[in-house]
């Protein structure tokens, strides 16, 4: 993983990001391989036959006998043989240390058939160019006609041959699928050999990679090629909260790195009792309400305290010690006689809590608006009703403020009703003599 065991490199320095190992993602290159010899200087005098290549980026890999013609390294590109035609990969290992990944892949050197041809050229990565950009419209195309034919499949990615004569396609699917009317459609569609190969939802995340909630790059697409199965019992051996959507991983199911430190969870919680849930004394039945794990501490709180007590913090050992006597009908006088008393202010695991209804209050500017809108409703003419007295003091009383806004009011009401009689008047005047 990272730049360290990077093979594409110019002048000791690895290419790609060019962090020079700062960015520590292993990104170059997936399921990378780290060649701790390479440092060495040692010369084999019969250099291992048998080489790995890595096939889109450590998507997938396989082993090919190196010929003493070809002299391919670590990190160059080669053609090599297949069942059916041409591919084009990438060293990714070679040496002695290829004899040790057959042996932990369980792989025979009898089984490995097929020679690399020679070291690849510029024609070649051009055609493995062009095969690169035909996937991903290919693998579109593909769940379309897949969708039309109603089959219960998801594509996941499709893998083009070097020499485009054969395309595999990686599915995922609960059941059985019969794709028999499948491979005719995608035959008829693009013209090569078709395979397909069905792949778990773990593997489809491995291939297609990503990011996980720890920021850092999924442990499938890395280095972990062994999947083990995980249950939400690893998840309680840790005290974890089951929470599905925060223990799933980008492929839907329970994230491998749960198992990671379970060993470590399961040796520690040998040391504490069992069925310590309860426990009872003189003082009161006393409730588990924590468990400290590699600190070896349990946290009891009494019954009728309701969690708003203290909480007293025990060793594994006195909890065993309780539990035994519980057993006999013994109780002793306390949980604790010399261990730390913790409260549970101290703690933050109080749980009362304040009400604070009635407590917040609109501030003056908002009341004020309030009153207006109810004036402009039509409630601005009509009489308010008697106030209620108060029970200040006459002394303490403060005078109401005329409103200086109602009175302007009342007087251009009164100055537009005078205008108005005026003209009437002068037009009653009018009318008398012209009768005249």
């Given at each position: 993983?990272?730049?360290?065991?990077?093979?594409?490199?110019?002048?000791?320095?690895?290419?790609?990001c060019q962090s020079n190992g700062g960015c520590a993602t292993g990104g170059?290159?997936?399921?990378?391989?780290?060649?701790?010899?390479?440092?060495?200087?040692?010369?084999?005098?019969?250099?291992?036959?048998?080489?790995?290549?890595?096939?889109?980026?450590?998507?997938?890999?396989?082993?090919?006998?190196?010929?003493?013609?070809?002299?391919?390294?670590?990190?160059?590109?080669?053609?090599?043989?297949?069942?059916?035609?041409?591919?084009?990969?990438?060293?990714?290992?070679?040496?002695?240390?290829?004899?040790?990944?057959?042996?932990?892949?369980?792989?025979?050197?009898?089984?490995?058939?097929?020679?690399?041809?020679?070291?690849?050229?510029?024609?070649?990565?051009?055609?493995?160019?062009?095969?690169?950009?035909?996937?991903?419209?290919?693998?579109?195309?593909?769940?379309?006609?897949?969708?039309?034919?109603?089959?219960?499949?998801?594509?996941?990615?499709?893998?083009?041959?070097?020499?485009?004569?054969?395309?595999?396609?990686?599915?995922?699917?609960?059941?059985?699928?019969?794709?028999?009317?499948?491979?005719?459609?995608?035959?008829?569609?693009?013209?090569?050999?078709?395979?397909?190969?069905?792949?778990?939802?773990?593997?489809?995340?491995?291939?297609?990679?990503?990011?996980?909630?720890?920021?850092?790059?999924?442990?499938?697409?890395?280095?972990?090629?062994?999947?083990?199965?995980?249950?939400?019992?690893?998840?309680?051996?840790?005290?974890?909260?089951?929470?599905?959507?925060?223990?799933?991983?980008?492929?839907?199911?329970?994230?491998?790195?749960?198992?990671?430190?379970?060993?470590?969870?399961?040796?520690?919680?040998?040391?504490?009792?069992?069925?310590?849930?309860?426990?009872?004394?003189?003082?009161?039945?006393?409730?588990?309400?924590?468990?400290?794990?590699?600190?070896?501490?349990?946290?009891?709180?009494?019954?009728?305290?309701?969690?708003?007590?203290?909480?007293?913090?025990?060793?594994?050992?006195?909890?065993?010690?309780?539990?035994?006597?519980?057993?006999?009908?013994?109780?002793?006088?306390?949980?604790?006689s010399l261990q730390s008393i913790i409260e549970a202010g101290e703690m933050?695991?109080?749980?009362?809590?304040?009400?604070?209804?009635?407590?917040?209050?609109?501030?003056?500017?908002?009341?004020?608006?309030?009153?207006?809108?109810?004036?402009?409703?039509?409630?601005?003419?009509?009489?308010?009703?008697?106030?209620?007295?108060?029970?200040?003091?006459?002394?303490?009383?403060?005078?109401?403020?005329?409103?200086?806004?109602?009175?302007?009011?009342?007087?251009?009401?009164?100055?537009?009703?005078?205008?108005?009689?005026?003209?009437?008047?002068?037009?009653?005047?009018?009318?008398?003599?012209?009768?005249?």
């Open positions: 993983m990272g730049c360290t065991g990077c093979s594409v490199s110019s002048n000791g320095s690895p290419n790609g170059c290159n997936r399921l990378n391989t780290y060649d701790w010899l390479s440092a060495l200087d040692i010369e084999d005098v019969e250099p291992f036959d048998i080489v790995e290549v890595s096939f889109k980026n450590g998507a997938r890999k396989s082993f090919h006998r190196n010929q003493p013609y070809t002299r391919a390294e670590t990190g160059d590109m080669v053609v090599v043989e297949t069942g059916n035609g041409l591919d084009l990969g990438r060293v990714s290992l070679s040496g002695e240390l290829v004899r040790l990944q057959m042996r932990k892949k369980k792989a025979e050197e009898d089984e490995v058939l097929h020679n690399v041809i020679r070291v690849a050229n510029e024609r070649d990565l051009e055609r493995l160019e062009e095969a690169r950009k035909l996937e991903l419209p290919t693998m579109i195309r593909a769940r379309a006609i897949a969708r039309t034919l109603g089959l219960d499949m998801k594509i996941g990615d499709v893998e083009f041959q070097g020499d485009k004569r054969k395309a595999t396609f990686y599915y995922t699917a609960d059941g059985r699928v019969d794709f028999r009317e499948l491979i005719r459609h995608f035959a008829k569609e693009f013209r090569v050999k078709i395979e397909m190969r069905q792949i778990g939802a773990r593997q489809e995340s491995a291939r297609i990679g990503g990011l996980g909630s720890c920021g850092r790059e999924l442990c499938c697409s890395t280095w972990l090629t062994d999947f083990k199965s995980v249950t939400t019992a690893a998840a309680r051996y840790q005290n974890l909260a089951i929470n599905q959507s925060k223990l799933s991983g980008m492929c839907g199911r329970l994230k491998c790195c749960l198992n990671y430190e379970l060993d470590t969870y399961l040796d520690a919680l040998d040391q504490f009792p069992k069925h310590a849930e309860k426990l009872q004394t003189e003082a009161g039945n006393a409730v588990l309400v924590k468990t400290d794990i590699f600190k070896g501490l349990m946290y009891y709180g009494y019954e009728h305290e309701n969690g708003r007590g203290k909480l007293y913090a025990i060793e594994a050992s006195r909890a065993h010690q309780i539990r035994e006597m519980n057993r006999k009908g013994e109780k002793p006088a306390d949980l604790v933050e695991v109080e749980m009362d809590f304040e009400d604070v209804t009635g407590v917040i209050e609109l501030p003056e500017e908002e009341k004020r608006r309030k009153r207006r809108k109810n004036r402009r409703k039509g409630g601005g003419n009509k009489k308010s009703p008697p106030k209620a007295q108060s029970n200040k003091p006459k002394g303490g009383a403060e005078k109401q403020k005329p409103d200086s806004k109602s009175g302007q009011d009342n007087r251009s009401r009164d100055r537009r009703s005078r205008r108005r009689g005026n003209r009437k008047k002068g037009g009653n005047s009018n009318n008398n003599n012209q009768n005249k």
